[in-house]
């Protein structure tokens, strides 16, 4: 049986994780190469209630974008038959979905391969190359503060009052000039950006040093307080609002893992 | 009626801002003998008085001609001496307009104007002794600098302050019922400079005068009960005016009302209204102060409260500013 819980999860995954594909397929040389001027529709989608959720994967001469809706014609279609299985296979479970379009087993192929380099943003996923810790830095950002957005406008009931009562206010997430992300908030509504907000200072700011800074925090292997103890963050702004916002974030995770 | 309300304050001699000008007036006056007092027969009202008892021989009352007071104040400066003039801000800013601005502002004239009495500090005298208008007339003056301290302690640092800083200086002060805020001189005062009291990035309050108090108090307020990170700028000079601060304060907070104890045309308001529009950026902005009209008769602190420059009424205001757009916000689209 589906509950809230599920349909934020989804919410969450199409919206906030399945975009990150896009960092993949741009910073990652060895999946830019696969999908270099590769033009195609992929589409996940599962059923709720008698409607269909889902998100589409557009190739346009190799550059993805993601767009959330059921699109006609797909190359190859996945198809769960809830939403649970849905969120399950993007979390890792082994989960078989229904699959059309096998004739483009190429694309399939490559599909799976970008499936496989989402690994990247699980938990246990150590990466040990320089390049691969800097992709996991910036996608685990981009999607954490799109999550944190979507969290507030699916509706979680926590996440709500605590957006509500707060005016305009900026929560950037900065690691180097190249990777930096902010969730804006501003009487209940919500939105996730990318780069700095120059409109504003914002009211928190985690200043990583570097992504050797943030990577042992993505890892989880040091906590904030332990991170801003020994150098690798520093936090600007209300501790309070700060730590607020780090509980939505760990909250976030343990529903996604 | 208001005879009686002199100095009832427990502890006059260290909370006014004209007491302690007259105390500061003479000790930079014992190590400057080129500093010379002139009173329009207010010496004792202005405190300045303190200095000609001291000082007798380089103190000089004109009587009740404020246009020569300020007459003569220029002919001093011009003969290489440093003249303190002292009266009413009323009469200063608008009886002896044309001397201010002729005599001394053209002329471009060592001469420090300390202009007591000013706002509404003597609210209950009545629209006579009323000045809402001096900030106004006063920053229009070329070569003319204005202060506005936010209480004795500042007063003290602005008149040792302008003893070396060249031209034309503008310090406007209260009657004398003004409390103190700074518990002493060394926060870092220095003319042009804007003061930093509270830090935040929802709001900017920027402030000169007694409304500086208020600001603060304000500020606490609405952290403990609204959650609001609230920045207070004391603006203690309005002439030459802290762009940098402003602009900061533009570029940060993107919402700022300015809070002062004069008319709301030219004052601090309009100073910091014409660098916000200078910036080019958006910016929810309102100018509190006294509207376009005559100020009411009544007791500063019921002025004060009246006229929303007190705490309460700062707090009111910035929860109706927090409510205003700086920018089209229509796109809550995530960035994806």
């Not at chain 1, 810790?133 to 981009?142: E, H, P």
């Not at chain 2, 009740?64 to 002292?86: C, H, M």
């Not at chain 2, 940098?244 to 004069?262: K, M, Q």
Request: hydrophobic share 40%.
């Amino acid at each position: 049986m589906v509950n809230q819980t599920d349909i934020i999860k989804s919410t969450i995954i199409l919206r906030a994780m399945l975009p990150v594909m896009k960092i993949l397929v741009s910073d990652d040389k060895k999946m830019n190469a696969k999908f270099s001027g590769l033009n195609a529709k992929v589409q996940f989608k599962a059923k709720n209630d008698n409607d269909e959720t889902g998100a589409c994967l557009i190739f346009k001469e190799g550059n993805l974008e993601i767009e959330q809706r059921i699109c006609s014609n797909p190359d190859i279609e996945f198809t769960f038959s809830d939403i649970i299985k849905m969120n399950d296979f993007f979390c890792g479970k082994p989960v078989l979905p229904k699959i059309s379009g096998w004739l483009n087993f190429f694309l399939l192929v490559k599909i799976f391969f970008l499936l496989f380099g989402m690994k990247i943003l699980m938990p246990d996923s150590r990466p040990n190359t320089p390049e691969k810790k800097r992709l996991k830095v910036k996608m685990s950002f981009y999607m954490i503060t799109t999550a944190l957005s979507q969290y507030n406008k699916a509706g979680d009931s926590e996440m709500v009052k605590w957006t509500k009562k707060q005016p305009d206010r900026i929560y950037q997430i900065s690691v180097d000039e190249d990777i930096a992300a902010y969730l804006r908030i501003k009487a209940g509504k919500s939105k996730a950006g990318r780069g700095t907000y120059t409109k504003k200072r914002p009211f928190v700011h985690l200043k990583f040093n570097g992504v050797d800074g943030a990577f042992p925090v993505v890892m989880n292997d040091v906590d904030m307080v332990t991170a801003v103890r020994n150098g690798l963050l520093v936090i600007e702004g209300s501790p309070e609002y700060g730590r607020d916002l780090g509980d939505f974030m760990v909250r976030i995770q343990n529903m996604l893992v | 009626m208001s005879e009686g309300l002199t100095w009832t304050v427990y502890d006059a001699n260290t909370m006014t801002q004209a007491e302690i000008y007259g105390k500061v007036l003479c000790e930079i006056g014992k190590k400057n003998e080129k500093i010379v007092g002139l009173s329009a027969d207010l010496a004792k009202s202005t405190k300045i008085g303190l200095f000609a008892e001291k000082f007798p021989e380089r103190f000089f009352n004109v009587g009740i001609a404020e246009q020569n007071l300020f007459g003569i104040a220029a002919g001093l400066a011009k003969s290489g001496l440093i003249p303190f003039v002292s009266t009413m801000a009323v009469f200063t800013s608008m009886r002896a307009c044309e001397q201010v601005r002729t005599d001394i502002c053209y002329q471009n004239l060592n001469c420090k104007i300390i202009a007591t009495h000013a706002g509404t500090s003597f609210g209950q005298a009545g629209t006579t002794h009323h000045c809402t208008e001096d900030i106004a007339i006063m920053r229009s003056f070329a070569n003319m600098t204005v202060i506005v301290p936010a209480d004795g302690i500042e007063t003290a640092n602005a008149i040792k302050a302008c003893v070396d800083y060249p031209g034309p200086v503008y310090i406007r002060i209260g009657r004398g019922f003004e409390p103190k805020f700074y518990d002493n001189e060394d926060y870092g005062f220095e003319i042009g400079k804007a003061i930093t009291l509270v830090d935040g990035s929802d709001i900017t309050l920027i402030c000169c005068g007694t409304t500086v108090l208020q600001a603060v108090e304000a500020a606490r307020h609405l952290k403990e009960n609204d959650d609001l990170s609230v920045r207070v700028l004391n603006l203690h000079t309005i002439k030459p005016i802290d762009k940098d601060a402003i602009y900061e304060a533009v570029c940060e907070t993107r919402r700022i009302i300015t809070f002062e104890d004069h008319n709301t045309i030219g004052g601090l308001g309009s100073a910091v209204a014409d660098i916000i529009a200078e910036s080019g950026k958006g910016c929810a902005f309102e100018k509190v102060g006294i509207p376009d009209c005559f100020c009411i008769v009544g007791y500063p602190d019921d002025l004060q409260n009246y006229y929303k420059l007190d705490s309460d009424g700062i707090i009111e205001k910035v929860r109706i500013v927090m409510g205003k757009d700086f920018e089209e916000d229509d796109d809550w689209e995530d960035e994806v």
